[in-house]
Nanobody
Framework: QLQLVESGGGLVQPGGSLRLSCAASGFTLDYYRIAWFRQVPGKEREGVSCISSSGGSTLYADSVKGRFTISRDNAKNTVYLQMNSLKPDDTGVYYC???????????????????WGQGTQVTVSS
């Protein structure tokens, strides 16, 4: 069974940092584009960041540029999202998503991904 499992969420104060992990089981991530999305109740799922299968192409939402960094370790079958200088507006459930393609990351759109994790809660609050 193909699965993505997120971890690393939690409660952090404004200005703090978290690192989210997205681990694949049942398949290898080598040929998959991976993205992170986040969602808060009453709002649409928002694309946060994307990384190509090779890791050579990345894309960030304007709201997180300069603060978040996406990376991947194909040997560990895991993708990471390092989140620094966190703000209350970063609060939400964070999902990782995958699609099998060697293309880059032209956009971060939910309908372009067909495998999703269960999400991990991130709360930024004092």
């Amino acid at each position: 069974q193909l699965q993505l499992v997120e971890s690393g969420g939690g409660l952090v104060q404004p200005g703090g940092s978290l690192r989210l992990s997205c681990a694949a089981s049942g398949f290898t991530l080598d040929y998959y584009r991976i993205a992170w999305f986040r969602q808060v109740p009453g709002k649409e799922r928002e694309g946060v960041s994307c990384i190509s299968s090779s890791g050579g192409s990345t894309l960030y939402a304007d709201s997180v540029k300069g603060r978040f960094t996406i990376s991947r370790d194909n040997a560990k079958n895991t993708v990471y999202l390092q989140m620094n200088s966190l703000k209350p507006d970063d609060t939400g459930v964070y999902y990782c998503a995958a699609v099998k393609t060697v293309a880059g990351c032209p956009r971060i759109v939910a309908r372009n991904f067909d495998l999703w994790g269960q999400g991990t809660q991130v709360t930024v609050s004092s």
